[in-house]
């Protein structure tokens, strides 16, 4: 794969290709130029020798060569527990029913359409794009290469073991009987898509991507362009027990990249395989012994594990966050560090975190026409981090409300002032140095309109988000006295948007999210510190989108 500068034009690409073709003549070689990207990146795919590595290197416009390597498919019904609301009953099973607004495009094997748990829901594209198997014909039985996405397929819309009920699935082949395929394949179909995109635009758009392959420079600067254009891409972190850092496309920071969690929701070991790990893993969800549509027949089911079964979860949720750190900032007093979101997602929540101690608190703020989570440094503080809890919330509605500090009076507030928005997040930031016990806001659950509180002096902001059956709700947990860590989780079926501590708790070096869970981390106050009646606070505010059900008989009251 030769790929050229981020501004090269079509033409240039092409007189690229044909230059690289006439000059390898000349030398006595043949070249093929298998397929030419416009679409997503510019560049192309050729067959070539090796000893043309250098002459292509020289060609105007080129930014870098990649060898086409392997991608694999990554699976080797509690499931549903973990992602809904708790039921009313013991006995009784409600499967979710959203999704209904959300287009997912597969690509994996081939799927088994006519099973009855997808039948009607998917829809099978004429792309098609896979390396030869490796000779053998028990792989290439039909119900053997349907296997993995019909599977799939199930997991995010199947009628009965489906995350989305109603979402509509396109389906894309890239990998083979084996469950293998090539970067290159993977490229071309992200092209596909991109192209469909642009010629009939749709809603809410998520790309599943349940394979790995090693690390790509080319898949993750494809997965870069796609994110940048709206669409959602849920990746498998990978199989392989190691870090996902190394891998690709679950180390492209615009994806989604999703570990596997077991029923006793630790993360799932596969022999000497397990899922893999590490800071380009954004959240886990389950990936164990998940029951979904077999393609033995068109009534059977079946079970596999694996990140491609828990990326599958996260493709038809209708509400998941991930935690997006910053760059460290300079030790400097008026240093700043700033998290960002993708282009799809709704910054919800704004936290700091400084080893030191010494910051100045967050802040949310518009740059470049999108929200941003701002940190502030602090005088004698060795740099802070800025921590965005990044979410996909469709047709949200979300603004933020800041109130100054109130000075003479005994706290900040500031509200959420719009009828139906709801509080997801607060943040605050002064600018008085030795703040005495920097305070965090909290969302107040007594009365209307929700609200966020914080000390006299600081500057106070909530995140106020309006969107269909959005709900959201308060945890709190609590230590007596200092803490070194202080934790507090959602519960299964809701959402962790916002982190922080009380107002008046101990000194903390931050708050920041771990996959469901609000950190808080405390500060080492000395023997001259604080008395042993202060708590250490976390909390926690989380959300949730209500069943289709329970939204309608709210309206009907």
Not at 224 to 241: D, E, I, K, P
Not at 363 to 390: D, M, P, S, W
Request: hydrophobic share 35%.
């Amino acid at each position: 794969m030769v790929v050229l500068k981020e501004e090269t034009h079509r033409s240039q690409t092409e007189r690229t290709a044909r230059r690289l073709q006439a000059q390898a003549a000349r030398r006595g070689y043949l070249t093929k130029i298998l397929h030419v990207f416009h679409d997503l990146l510019p560049g192309f795919l050729v067959k070539m020798s090796r000893d043309l590595l250098e002459l292509a290197l020289t060609l105007p416009h080129v930014q870098y060569i990649e060898e086409d390597s392997f991608v694999f498919a990554q699976s080797i019904p509690w499931n549903l527990e973990r992602i809904l609301p708790a039921r009313r009953q013991a006995d009784e099973h409600h499967a979710p029913t959203g999704g209904g607004l959300v287009e997912v495009y597969l690509l994996d094997t081939s799927i088994q359409s006519g099973h009855r748990e997808i039948e009607g829901r998917v829809v099978v594209t004429d792309f098609e794009n896979v390396p030869e198997e490796d000779g053998t014909r028990f792989h290439r039985q039909a119900n053997k290469c349907d296997s993995h996405g019909t599977h799939l397929a199930g997991v995010v819309s199947g009628r009965d073991a489906g995350v989305a009920k109603g979402a509509s699935l396109r389906s894309l082949r890239v990998l083979n009987c084996q469950g293998k395929g090539v970067v290159s394949s993977t490229l071309t179909g992200l092209e596909f898509i991109r192209k469909s995109q642009l010629a009939q635009p749709a809603g809410r758009l998520v790309v599943l991507l349940p394979l790995a392959g090693g690390y790509s420079p080319a898949l993750n600067a494809a997965c870069q362009h796609l994110a940048g254009t709206g669409a959602v891409l849920v990746a498998a972190a990978g199989n392989f027990r190691d870090d996902a850092c190394l891998y690709s496309p679950a180390s492209a920071p615009e994806v989604i990249t999703v570990g596997a969690t077991n029923a006793q929701d630790q993360p799932v070991t596969l022999g000497v395989l397990g899922t893999n790990f590490g800071r380009c893993v954004d959240l886990f969800a389950p990936g164990d012994d998940i029951i979904g549509a077999s393609s033995d027949c068109s009534t059977c089911f079946t079970s596999q594990s694996g990140t491609s079964q828990a990326a599958a979860h996260v493709a038809g949720g209708r509400l998941f966050c991930r935690t997006v750190w910053s760059a460290h900032s300079g030790p400097t007093r008026m240093a700043t560090a700033e998290a960002r979101c993708a282009a799809p997602e709704e910054l919800l929540g704004c936290s700091s975190f400084s080893r030191s101690g010494k910051r100045r608190g967050e802040r949310i703020e518009a740059r470049g026409g999108r929200r941003v989570c701002l940190a502030h440094n602090a005088f004698g503080g060795e740099g802070v981090y800025a921590v965005a809890r990044c979410c996909l919330l469709p047709r949200a509605n979300c603004r933020v409300h800041m109130a100054p500090p109130a000075g003479a009076g005994v706290q900040t507030q500031a509200r959420c002032p719009q009828r139906g928005h709801v509080l997801t997040g607060c943040s605050s930031h002064w600018e008085v140095e030795d703040l005495d016990t920097p305070k965090r806001p909290v969302l107040r659950p007594r009365g209307q309109p929700d609200q966020c509180v914080g000390h006299k002096e600081a500057s106070i902001h909530a995140s106020c988000c309006h969107a269909p059956g959005l709900e959201c709700k308060v945890r709190e947990h609590g230590i007596p006295g200092p803490a070194e860590k202080v934790t507090v989780a959602c519960e299964g079926g809701w959402t962790l948007t916002g982190c922080g501590t009380l107002p008046g708790a101990c000194p903390t070096l931050g708050a920041y999210a771990v996959d469901n869970t609000c950190v808080v981390r405390g500060r080492d106050i000395g023997a001259g510190g604080r008395t042993g009646e202060e708590a250490a606070v976390a909390v926690a505010i989380c959300c949730r989108s209500r069943p289709s059900g329970e939204q309608a008989s709210q309206e009907a009251q």
